[in-house]
Structure formats: C-alpha cells, structure tokens
C-alpha cells in the first residue's frame, strides 16, 4: 500500500535509521531494565535446507537458506536511499495510520529509477486495472490499487513456488511483458500511481503473481547492506503461538550495556500478511549496524525482552515467549 508516502521524509531523517518520523508508533518511554528475562533459551537445530525455526532458538544468528537474504535492493547508489521506511514495515499499520502493510516502501523522489532485485521474466508491466488485478481492491481508484507496475517471476523457488518482486505506484515503466531482466536492471520509474499519496516504491515479495494474500516479507529476502544485519523475531505465548499485533521496541545497547532507543515495530496480525511456514516469524527488523540491542515486547503482563547481538552479512533470530498467561 501506500498511503504512507506522505510520510517519507527522507531528506530530512537523520542518518539514524531508526529516528525516522514514525507514524504513530511510539517507543515506550520506559527504557528496559539490564536484566533480559526472555523465554526459553533452548538452542534448536535447523532442520532440512529450510530456514531455521525461531521457536526456542537462542538469541544470536541464525541461518536462512538462499533465496532468503540473496536478493538486491531495488535502487542503486548508497545511504538512505537503499533502505525502506522504518516507520511502516511489513505485516503493520504504521501505528495505525495506514492500511496492514503487504510490502515495503522506499521514500525516493519522483522518477527516481527502480531497479530489478534478481534477474527473472516480467510477467507483469502494466496498469492495475487493465484486465489483471494485483492490488486489494481497484474500486474508487481509475489507475488501480497500484497503479503502474511490473512483476518480475525470478528462478527461484521458495517451498517449490516460484518467487515474484512486485513494483508499485511507477510513474513510467521501462520494460515490457516477458522481457528478461538483470538484477539491477532499471524496469521504471518511483511515481504516485494508484493509491500512494506521494512519490514512493512499494515493494513486495510474493508466491503467486496476482494473489494480494501471497506475500511475505520483502526484508527476509533482501541482502543485508555493508556492515548489516537484521533481527528476525517472534512473539509468543506460554504455549508457543504466535501473540497478534504486540509492539516491539528495539534499543541498542552501547559498549557500557546502556540502551537507546533504536526503532519500532509490531507483531503481524493474524493473516492476511503470512510468516514464512518454516521460520514462523512475526516481525522483522532490518537495516541494523552490526551490534548489541535489546528487544522489547509489550505483551501485556509486563515486557519480554532479551539482548541479541546483530552480525553482519547475517539474520539473527529471537524468541521473546511469554511465561504465564496474560
Ligand atoms: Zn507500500
């Protein structure tokens, strides 16, 4: 979606990532105690070539097979630029402000050239009304839900289903229906087609090309930039079931162990934004320097949180688990 695009001020965030205009997600102004109290750690084996479980896993690096963190960013060039808003990630509704989030957006301006993330086949370059729907819904909107965009089929397969990048509200598309592409081939232009409110490129990452409800989290997929790296994350109960829509803050913690607050998000809600089946996760922090940080989840009951330390290059993973009911 996009109404967000208002939102994205990028030249004026400061370089922290995380002290981007949030929405209206706060961080808790409570900063957490040293002591971590999150659940379980009980070291889990990965199993298969799949991804790693997060449930019971202890905090620190995990590993996640390719097609996971192998693809590019859709932009060049460095800074900012690369990064998607951390005030609106996927599976959210930036703080309740916008619609539940089935992509990622990048704040760059207007024309700014979009830049395939792998290679693969256009299967899509088009208008989001032109016979073929790829939005939640084209009514109100004369251009579509996502107005201009191109989908991109790549040679990757994810549980046997074939990986598809979408690219929305394009001002000018740059390739056409089976034409092959490049990683980092440039297929449009950023616009504010559809239903954006700004200049910006929605970003998703899905299992069926035309289905609305088969994404997943673009940020699982996307190479971590130079000195890196990301928290994958999962909120549960005493039972081990994913906990909805909890906020989760993320400090981090200087070499002295004093935390600052670095970001925010929330655990997805129940459907229609998906886990991956093998992973089970329900949030996802990205773009983090390599370091320490503590994760907070507001569970209700009292926080859970546990100190993870992010590797470059590397996902880690964390589950905070609630220990009674709340
Ligand atoms: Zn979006």
Known sequence: MCLIAAALVWSSAPARRGAAPLATARPSPRIPAATATAATPTPTAATGSGPQRLQGATPGPIRLAAPLLTLGRPFAGDGLGLKAAPSYPYGTTGGGAYILHHGLDFGNPQGSPVRAVAAGEVVFAGIDSDGEVYGASNERFPEGFYGRLVVIRHPLLLDGQPLYSLYGHLSRLRVARRQHVKAGDAIGAVGMAGIALGPHLHLEIRDHAQDYGRTYNPDLFLAPLAGEGLIVGRVSDPAGKTMPKVAVNLFKLDDKGKAGWWTATATYPDGP??????????????????????????????????????????????ELRRKVSP
């Open 273 to 318: 934004v998906r886990p991956l089946p093998e992973l089970d996760e329900n949030f996802v922090l990205s773009d983090l320097p390599a370091g320490r940080y503590r994760v907070v989840a507001n569970a209700g009951g009292g926080p859970i949180q546990a100190d993870v330390t992010v590797v470059a290059g590397k996902a880690s993973g964390v």
